[in-house]
């Protein structure tokens, strides 16, 4: 029982940074397999809602059908709602079809350039059946997608005068492992701290203007010197 005791692990979180779309936390008291393991689970297994299927009713642009299905397929969609959602293929109440309120969500775009100026076409111009699942907006994330006057979300495609585009898209379930459009993160990684270990003896012989030079050498601020006892920690 001693020897399986050792193979228990215990980690422990810590939080060092949370944004809408960033996070950077602490991993400890566990070894790389496990954070290895919660990288892979972030990027292929959990769940999200992305768009699926597109039917093209009209597009007189520039860009063909498969083009604008895979942009479509890549907006990223507001996903709090995809836990309680239902896989479409484990979903009675469709049969599989993946086409009901239980496993799916319902886009429509329709966008016409009356004038001469170039109209862009974005992931504001979609309308969802559902409140709660929308194209994310950057707006105030800091990210470098701000919006302004030239550019409101995520741009799918730029009409000219005469040009149209009509279509339906349904938003399903899925993760990473299926396909890149249902992964919730861009980039995982992870890295070692470094311990520091400081030469009680051999700091002892320093001076203080010494000491303080050891300290300001470090760029990230990692020493410090105890204005009591004058040692650096």
Same mark, same amino acid.
């Given at each position: 029982?001693?020897?399986?005791?050792?193979?228990?692990?215990?980690?422990?979180?810590?939080?060092?940074?949370?944004?809408?779309d960033y996070a950077?936390?602490?991993?400890r008291?566990?070894?790389?397999s496990?954070?290895?393991? *919660?990288?892979?689970v972030?990027?292929?297994?959990? &769940?999200?809602?992305?768009?699926d299927?597109?039917?093209?009713e009209?597009?007189?642009?520039?860009?063909n059908?498969?083009f604008i299905?895979?942009?479509?397929? $890549?907006?990223p969609l507001?996903?709090?709602?995809?836990?309680?959602?239902?896989?479409?293929?484990?979903?009675?109440?469709?049969?599989?079809?993946?086409?009901?309120?239980?496993c799916?969500?319902?886009?429509?775009?329709?966008?016409?350039?009356?004038?001469?100026?170039? $109209?862009? =076409?974005?992931s504001?111009? *979609?309308?969802?059946s559902?409140?709660?699942?929308? &194209?994310?907006?950057?707006?105030?994330s800091?990210?470098?997608?701000e919006n302004?006057?030239?550019?409101?979300?995520?741009?799918?495609?730029?009409l000219?005068?005469?040009?149209?585009?009509?279509?339906?898209?349904?938003a399903?379930?899925?993760?990473g492992?299926?396909?890149?459009?249902?992964? &919730?993160?861009?980039t995982?990684?992870f890295?070692y701290?470094p311990?520091?270990?400081i030469?009680?003896?051999?700091m002892?012989t320093?001076?203080?203007?010494?000491?303080?030079? =050891?300290?300001d050498?470090?760029?990230?601020?990692?020493?410090?010197?105890?204005?009591?006892?004058?040692?650096v920690?």
């Open positions: 029982m001693e020897g399986a005791a050792s193979y228990q692990r215990f980690p422990k979180v810590k939080i060092r940074e949370l944004k809408d950077k936390f602490e991993l008291e566990t070894d790389a496990v954070a290895n393991a *919660l990288r892979r972030m990027i292929a297994e959990v &769940p999200t809602i992305a768009i299927l597109v039917e093209i009209v597009n007189s642009s520039v860009l059908d498969e299905a895979h942009r479509l397929g $890549l907006i507001t996903s709090e709602r995809a836990m309680s959602m239902r896989f479409s293929r484990d979903c009675d109440a469709c049969d599989g079809d993946g086409q009901c309120e239980f799916s969500v319902e886009f429509h775009l329709r966008a016409k350039c009356i004038n001469d100026q170039t $109209l862009d =076409v974005t504001k111009d *979609l309308y969802s559902d409140h709660t699942v929308v &194209p994310v907006d950057f707006s105030d800091g990210s470098g997608f302004n006057e030239d550019q409101r979300g995520i741009t799918i495609v730029k000219r005068k005469g040009q149209e585009l009509r279509l339906r898209a349904i399903r379930k899925g993760i492992k299926d396909h890149a459009k249902w992964s &919730p993160a861009a995982v990684t890295m701290e311990e520091i270990h030469n009680e003896e051999m002892e320093l001076s203080l203007e010494e000491k303080t030079s =050891v300290v050498s470090s760029p990230t601020k990692v020493f410090g010197i105890n204005p009591h006892t004058q040692q920690g």
